[in-house]
């Protein structure tokens, strides 16, 4: 049997703080209503507090992946973090995880796709376990999307929340774990879904900052259409190829951009809503760590064999999808035990 990339454990983190739609109403001219029939969202988490950036909720996850999987920090080799909001230019937000959970023999690095980074940070991690490379390799989804956020933007701000998810990845021989992949980029999308400013084209200054230029840009109706179509023609396609049909799929498991395309993408492969991981309600789009989530989330009743269909889409545009089969049944966490 070939070598695979398989997921043998889950960590997550979410900050404490709740963002409820009704708080939003005191923000902005909104809504519970609109904002659930819209998007699908109830509520986000928030981390609040100085100096604390996206490492602070990655920390939290690794930690707990660690435990859970009764791994040694030294006996990680390697360590992606997919984020769009680093805690600085540099270092990487992965060496500043890295260096506070103690892996003292793994490299690690960034990885920035927008909402699809996590799927593809998790391609690039099993591309090392299948190479023979490495044994156990880490990756990161974890965003502080409140740090972009312009909270006077009605069409952004009812959208995203703070999060983090991290999974290992081992070598396996039983025909588990990461089995094919569909990943896509077109850089012609970038005017509708952005941050104007901040970047070397556009460097923070005291202009930048007065015309808000920090936060996230979007253009709804057209990220929409394009969201719909590149998740549900990657999710199709990845499940034709491999004569996945409604019956066994076990689970799609979606960015949790918006209800509406998560359905559209359900939809196009042909599954119920019985099979699609969902915590939009009360996570809302937590970008690189809504997948990793929802995995932590659902863990406890994933079963060794299940066929699980990921797909996602980002700015920039960003779009892809994985065919993963779920290597182990529900264990106890160690701290529970």
Not at 101 to 122: E, R, W
């Amino acid at each position: 049997m070939k070598l695979t990339a398989a997921i043998t454990g889950v960590g997550a983190y979410v900050p404490d703080y709740v963002l409820t739609n009704r708080e939003l109403e005191t923000l902005v001219e909104t809504n519970d209503e609109w904002i659930q029939s819209r998007t699908g969202i109830s509520e986000r988490r928030i981390l609040k507090g100085e100096n604390q950036g996206t490492s602070v909720m990655g920390i939290k996850a690794v930690e707990q992946l660690l435990r859970k999987t009764g791994t040694r920090p030294e006996e990680v080799d390697l360590l992606i973090c997919a984020t769009t909001t680093p805690d600085l230019v540099f270092p990487a937000t992965a060496n500043i995880i890295s260096a506070a959970v103690g892996l003292t023999k793994a490299f690690s690095f960034d990885m920035q796709a927008a909402c699809s980074g996590f799927l593809f940070a998790l391609a690039t991690g099993a591309s090392f376990i299948k190479a023979g490379t490495y044994q156990k390799v880490i990756v990161v989804g974890a965003d502080k999307m409140s740090s972009i956020v312009d909270y006077t933007d009605r069409a952004t701000c009812i959208i995203f929340g703070d999060g983090a998810g991290a999974v290992l990845l081992e070598p396996n021989t039983e025909g588990l774990g990461l089995l094919d992949q569909e990943l896509h980029s077109d850089g012609s999308g970038e005017p509708f879904l952005h941050q104007k400013a901040g970047g070397s084209r556009r460097p923070p200054s005291a202009e930048t900052v007065a015309n808000r230029e920090h936060f996230v840009h979007q253009e709804g109706a057209t990220v929409y259409k394009f969201a719909v179509k590149g998740m549900a023609d990657v999710a199709a396609q990845v499940a034709e190829r491999n004569s996945l049909t409604p019956e066994t799929i076990d689970w799609l498991v979606p960015h949790q951009a918006n209800k509406r395309i998560i359905d559209a993408t359900a939809q196009r492969v042909g599954i119920g809503a019985d099979k699609v991981m969902l915590n939009i309600q009360k996570y809302g789009n937590t970008t690189n760590a809504t997948i990793p989530l929802c995995l932590a989330d659902y863990e406890s009743q994933l079963r060794k064999g299940n066929n699980l269909i990921f797909a996602a889409f980002g700015g920039g545009f960003t779009w892809g999808s994985l065919y993963l089969k779920w290597a182990y049944d529900p264990k106890p966490d160690p701290q529970n035990a």
